[in-house]
């Protein structure tokens, strides 16, 4: 049974004060545990462990003698549970959205808001955290200590922003959704399992969000494009635990269930006119999908959206994709162009990407020996192994295409 | 809740700008005074004297060290601050954008501590 919802509400009831809720709970899932294999389980399991945690919170705060903190009254919510409806009346949705705005607070630090966010809305450990973001478990625990307490000694209100802040909170939010899903969708981590459960936790997130919020399209486009990107997981890495390029991947392995949930949320999201860059990268990733193969990819329509994406995030790595696609469209010599434009930023200069992307046109081109010299190049900039083990195979293609039409 | 907002700012910047322009940005801080003594979120505020003017006092080992100048080097300098009444962090924060100070320098929004009461 998942304990977000709960943890949500008696954070409220607790008036935002995320230690004592989160040991409440903790407390009511002890007795749980005790009572209902004696008692049997209620009939409305998760009032229960609401109004129990309430309790809970109750008997610490006279332990710790803080009599002047008042809880916040259950009476009238407890009328309106009802069993599995629980979690979809208006108080329960409402104390979930608090918990999420609060969770990815401006105020707190962007490391904070992913660990709080998985921490209390996704029940991950704090282990499991600390070893998703390769700190130590003590590390962690600080952060999430040292977050739990500016929300309450800074006095961070426990509530769903207004409207004139909404548009640019639930951007954050949603950011902070994406992050947790990179983290686990690229290769950099060793752990796979983790990997995994990672974009298992930000696709449930965000569509935990589309289900709060029904009127907007922006967690939309952010939905259909994890479900996208995790759609070709089985068919990202070989065997020996390498890297495919998209273009080489088992199509069949591709998750089409999943391509069919996302696409029509993309198209809800582009009707509502939101052209995000969420929505802007899930239509890119979408087009991928739906070529049937790597021959039939509409490399035109992707450059264009790669230009489309510049204009509102011109990160290297974006300009990098925009030349990659517009060498397949028009051919390598015009990516080339494009990189050589890209050259003089200093930091493309010590990006190993940059090098890579160039040697590959390169290879395209035909001109073997320069490719050999960008990918060396790039292998020594590159800093994780799977992609280390891409590009010294690449490198090694090169020397041998070189060998062989020498003699 | 009670909330400090220390209003950094360049002074440099300051030296450089005509006196039309410090005497606006004086008459938006009086404004914003009045604004919070009629909505009852006032509690204190003050302008400082530039830090030129500083001095920072150290005791070690029982000696008493005086040195010139403020506790560090910044490229912002301390200018004044406002003690204010807010119901949360929000409120402040929100209290605290509307000072220039937050245009062209930095205000840091501090909780007070509350001490128990005997």
């Not at chain 1, 006119?273 to 969420?278: E, H, I, K, L, P």
């Not at chain 1, 028009?330 to 493309?348: I, N, T």
């Not at chain 2, 009045?34 to 001095?55: H, M, Y």
């Amino acid at each position: 049974m998942h304990s977000g919802a709960i943890v949500a509400r008696v954070i409220r009831l607790a008036g935002g004060d995320f230690g004592l809720a989160e040991e409440a709970v903790q407390d009511a899932f002890s007795a749980a545990l005790v009572q209902w294999p004696l008692e049997g389980v209620p009939a409305q399991p998760r009032a229960w462990l609401a109004r129990t945690a309430r309790n809970k919170a109750i008997d610490r705060l006279r332990r710790q003698a803080r009599f002047e903190v008042k809880l916040g009254d259950d009476a009238p919510d407890l009328a309106a549970d009802s069993g599995e409806a629980y979690a979809e009346d208006a108080n329960a949705i409402d104390d979930q959205l608090r918990l999420i705005f609060t969770c990815c607070h401006p105020a707190l630090n962007l490391e904070a808001q992913v660990a709080l966010t998985l921490r209390t809305l996704c029940g991950l450990t704090t282990d499991e955290i600390a070893r998703a973001f390769l700190v130590e478990p003590v590390t962690m625990a600080q952060r999430l200590v040292r977050a739990k307490t500016k929300i309450k000694v800074a006095a961070i209100p426990y509530i769903v922003p207004g409207r004139e802040e909404l548009d640019e909170r639930l951007e954050a939010v949603l950011a902070v959704v994406y992050l947790v899903f990179n983290e686990g969708y690229a290769a950099t981590t060793g752990d796979t399992l983790l990997r995994g459960e990672l974009c298992g936790e930000a696709i449930r997130l965000g569509r935990l969000i589309e289900r709060l919020m029904p009127d907007r399209p922006e967690p939309l486009a952010l939905v259909a494009l994890m479900l996208l990107h995790d759609s070709r997981s089985a068919a990202r890495f070989d065997l020996e635990g390498d890297v495919v390029l998209l273009e080489d991947q088992d199509r069949s392995r591709w998750n089409h269930a999943q391509i069919a949930e996302a696409l029509p949320r993309l198209e809800s999201a582009l009707r509502a006119g939101v052209a995000s860059s969420f929505a802007i990268q899930a239509a890119i990733a979408a087009l991928h999908a739906r070529a049937r193969t790597a021959a039939e990819t509409d490399w035109q329509q992707i450059a264009l959206l790669y230009e489309e994406l510049l204009r509102r995030s011109a990160t290297p790595v974006v300009a990098l994709n925009h030349a990659a696609a517009l060498g397949m469209a028009e051919g390598p010599a015009r990516g080339l162009e494009l990189l050589d434009q890209l050259a003089s930023d200093a930091a493309m200069q010590s990006y190993h990407l940059y090098f890579a992307a160039r040697a590959d046109l390169l290879r395209r081109a035909g001109r073997f020996h320069e490719a050999q010299a960008s990918y060396a190049q790039a292998l020594t900039l590159v800093r994780n192994e799977p992609e280390r083990r891409y590009l010294a195979k690449r490198l090694a293609e090169m020397v041998a295409t070189l060998e062989a039409e020498r003699s | 809740m009670q909330y400090i907002l220390f209003i950094y700012s360049s002074e440099a910047e300051y030296n450089k700008r005509s006196a039309e322009e410090n005497n606006a940005f004086s008459r938006e801080y009086m404004q914003f005074t009045k604004e919070i003594q009629a909505s009852g979120n006032f509690r204190a505020g003050d302008r400082l004297e530039p830090v030129t003017t500083a001095t920072t006092v150290r005791v070690r080992d029982g000696k008493i060290l005086k040195s010139d100048g403020p506790f560090a080097e910044t490229r912002e300098q301390l200018g004044g601050y406002y003690i204010v009444e807010a119901e949360n962090l929000d409120q402040a924060v929100a209290m605290a954008a509307k000072l220039p100070g937050a245009r062209i320098g930095s205000i840091e929004v501090r909780p007070i501590m509350k001490m128990p009461t005997a």
